[in-house]
């Protein structure tokens, strides 16, 4: 390999995966650049607080994720005899930093990402001949499976533990077995006329046992406009029967109606036990639903599509951290905290799903490495896969997911999710 492929995948490292350089010392000018960018994102920060202090929630969050996938690599490296010289929360300008020991830790100014910097990943990584054996390439390949996908382990933890506690306290999001109206029934309905109002709870039309909505509508429709039926509702603790005179649908003449939005679903809460369950089945689920939307993420048509649209689709369209922020707030109006803590938790399946990509600069792509190169050992021979012939492959992720960036936020701006 050539000194030149040497350094371009240095500075390609430290630009692109680390988050910008690693010198030890800053001129006046990084220090004015990094005292004038903290101060921006200080102010956006503040400026987000301002405007949907859920929002600001969402991002907090966010960045105690990012947070805890580093320290899933940080530990397990540690532990399983790496040498780890570096952990930086966020990327660019570097704020403060400070050593403990052989490891640097330190703030940089965008809270957009993370790093955590081992020694020795690959074949390109020069590094002191008497720090080898701690070198993330001569460890075995559990330990390099372990530390690389530690990081994506952290995220189904994190979403683990902010289901169970959300189902175990708040309560899950599904089907009551009770039947509620919502809001007033339409003006001049059968409903309003008797008295129908928010909160009762539908208990049998008829002869009919309702606790769906779908069971109301065919128990209203079994009926003809200008029939007499008997309405059983609970209200206040208290049972009581109501005889209705149906209207025609306004959709359709033909169709008996009532009047009154009801559903069936609201938030239930669990035990921990089932928490625990239901926590796991829709871990599963949404680590599903999320492989399938890497293929839509990632496609440069719908990037496109979304961008030159006047309606961008909300299913397709890409977004950033800004978009993210928008919907988490208005989650978190509509919801609370609990609508907030679920977001994160799906938030966290999609990222260590996409973190786990076969490709560099993210761990899926170490973590294929890893592996080709346990597959090509043999007879006690190590085999060391050329990094540096992956470089063009990298660069090309890096500017799909520049490009990808760049569209998401053009669309959070122009056509906000919140």
């Known amino acids: 390999m050539s000194s030149r492929d040497g350094n371009f995948y240095t500075k390609f490292r430290n630009e692109i995966a680390a988050g910008g350089a690693t010198e030890a010392k800053q001129n006046q000018n990084k220090k004015l650049t990094t005292t004038a960018t903290s101060i ?3 102010g956006l920060l503040v400026w987000l607080g301002v405007k949907n ?29 790496m040498k780890v010289t ?11 930093s400070f050593q403990r020991g052989e490891v640097e830790f330190g703030l940089r100014a965008l809270p957009v990402g993370a790093f955590v910097r081992i020694v020795g990943m690959n074949n390109l990584d ?23 996908t530690a990081g994506s382990l952290m995220h189904v933890i994190i979403a683990v533990v902010l289901f169970v506690g959300v189902y175990a306290t708040a309560g899950r999001f599904g089907d009551t077995g009770k039947l509620l109206i919502y809001g007033p029934p339409a003006v001049d309905s059968p ?28 128990a209203i429709v079994a ?21 209705v005179v149906l209207a025609n649908n306004p959709a359709n003449s033909e169709l008996a109606f009532l009047g009154v939005s009801s559903d069936s679903y609201a938030y239930v809460q669990h035990n921990v036990f089932s928490a625990v369950g239901f926590g796991l089945v829709d871990v599963v689920k949404t680590a599903r639903d999320s492989v399938g939307g890497l293929f839509v993420v990632l496609n440069p048509s719908n990037i496109f599509s979304n961008v030159v649209a006047d309606e961008p689709d909300i299913m397709t369209r890409p977004t950033t951290v800004v978009g ?40 899926g792509g170490h973590a294929a490495i890893a592996t080709y190169e346990r597959l090509r050992s043999r007879r006690g021979r190590v085999y060391r896969a050329d990094v540096g012939k ?29």
């Open 86 to 96: 570096q952990f930086y929360m966020g990327m660019g300008p570097r704020i403060f």
């Open 223 to 243: 009926n003809k406009p200008g029939d007499t039926v008997e309405i059983s509702i609970l209200r206040d603790g208290q049972e009581r029967i109501e005889r």
């Open 191 to 218: 409903a309003e006329k008797i008295g129908l109002r928010d909160g009762d709870q539908i208990l049998a039309v008829g002869e009919s046992k309702i606790t769906t909505r779908r069971e109301l509508i065919l």
């Open 324 to 363: 993210a922020s928008q919907f988490g707030g208005e989650i978190g109006r509509s919801e609370g905290i609990k609508g907030v803590l679920m977001l994160l938790a799906s938030v966290n399946i999609f990222v260590g799903v996409f973190n786990m990509l076969p490709l560099l600069p993210f761990d």
């Open 126 to 148: 020069e590094c002191d001949p008497e720090d080898e054996p701690r070198t993330y390439r001569h460890q075995s390949y559990p330990k390099r499976m372990l530390v690389i």
């Open 40 to 42: 921006i994102v200080l």
């Open 390 to 418: 992956m470089i063009p492959v990298a660069t090309t992720v890096v500017v799909l997911l520049v490009m990808l960036m760049f569209a998401g936020l053009y669309l959070d701006i122009t056509s906000p999710l919140g």
């Open 53 to 81: 202090p859920w929002s600001l929630v969402f991002v907090a969050g966010l960045i105690v994720s990012v947070f805890l996938h580093e320290v899933g690599h940080f530990w397990t490296a540690r532990r399983s005899g």
